[in-house]
């Protein structure tokens, strides 16, 4: 059974830095995918970035290149999210998904971890 557990969040301000975790558990993640998620209130749930396990392939949207980074430690089987230059829109619960590359749906999920960025 997948386990995903995310940590992290919190509260800061503008201008600041996070670092979100995702441990994972109950399987190797060979050939699979890492990707976080987040959800703002009244809002659908978009992507935010994603990393190949194998091959550390990397995957950002629009809107977080150049602030955010994404990691895996393979030896922990641990996924990183590095947030910089934090801005007030960036506030919303991350979550951390899975899913084989061949798969077209994210179908393991995290229970996510609250982000709060004040003004």
């Known amino acids: 059974q997948v386990q995903l557990v995310e940590s992290g969040g919190g509260l800061v301000q503008a201008g600041g830095s996070l670092r979100l975790s995702c441990a994972a558990s109950?399987?190797?993640?060979?050939?699979?995918?890492m990707g976080w998620f987040r959800q703002a209130p009244g809002k659908e749930r978009e992507f935010v970035s994603a990393?190949?396990?194998?091959?550390?392939?990397?995957d950002y949207t629009d809107s977080v290149k150049g602030r955010f980074t994404i990691s895996r430690d393979n030896a922990k089987n641990t996924v990183y999210l590095q947030m910089n230059s934090l801005k007030p829109e960036d506030t919303a619960v991350y979550y951390c998904?899975?899913?084989?590359?061949?798969?077209?749906?994210?179908?393991?999920w995290g229970q996510g971890t609250q982000v709060t960025v004040s003004s």
């Open positions: 990393v190949y396990w194998s091959s550390g392939r990397t």
């Open positions: 109950g399987r190797t993640f060979s050939g699979y995918v």
């Open positions: 998904a899975t899913k084989l590359i061949t798969k077209k749906e994210y179908n393991y």
